[in-house]
Nanobody, 114 residues
Framework: QVQLVQSGGGLVQAGGSLRLSCAAS????????LGWYRQAPGQVREFVAL???????YYTDSVKGRFTISRDNAKNTVYLQMDSLKPEDTAVYYC????????WGQGTQVTVSS
């Protein structure tokens, strides 16, 4: 059974940084696609970033140049480094793994104050 446990997040001022972590168990982690979505209040869940098993990455336009997704296969963990945060980045962030079906983390709140 695949399980994802998220950590990180919290409250930060605009322009600050946060790092989210997501540790996976019970999957073929090293070849799986991993990623992050976020959901702001009253909004649909939206794609943020993903990283494939070969290390290729994709980002939504609004976070390009500010967020960096990475993975540590030895630790079965995916990270989302978030820099130059803006109030509009405020949301609950969810990690996921595609292995082979989609599994989600529990979500973690990120709040950026202006």
């Amino acid at each position: 059974q695949v399980q994802l446990v998220q950590s990180g997040g919290g409250l930060v001022q605009a322009g600050g940084s946060l790092r989210l972590s997501c540790a996976a168990s019970g999957s073929t982690f090293s070849i799986a696609t991993l990623g992050w979505y976020r959901q702001a209040p009253g909004q649909v869940r939206e794609f943020v970033a993903l990283i494939n098993g070969d290390g290729t990455t994709y980002y939504t336009d609004s976070v390009k140049g500010r967020f960096t997704i990475s993975r540590d296969n030895a630790k079965n963990t995916v990270y989302l480094q978030m820099d130059s945060l803006k109030p509009e980045d405020t949301a609950v962030y969810y990690c996921y793994i595609d292995s082979p079906s989609i599994h989600w983390g529990q979500g973690t709140q990120v709040t950026v104050s202006s």
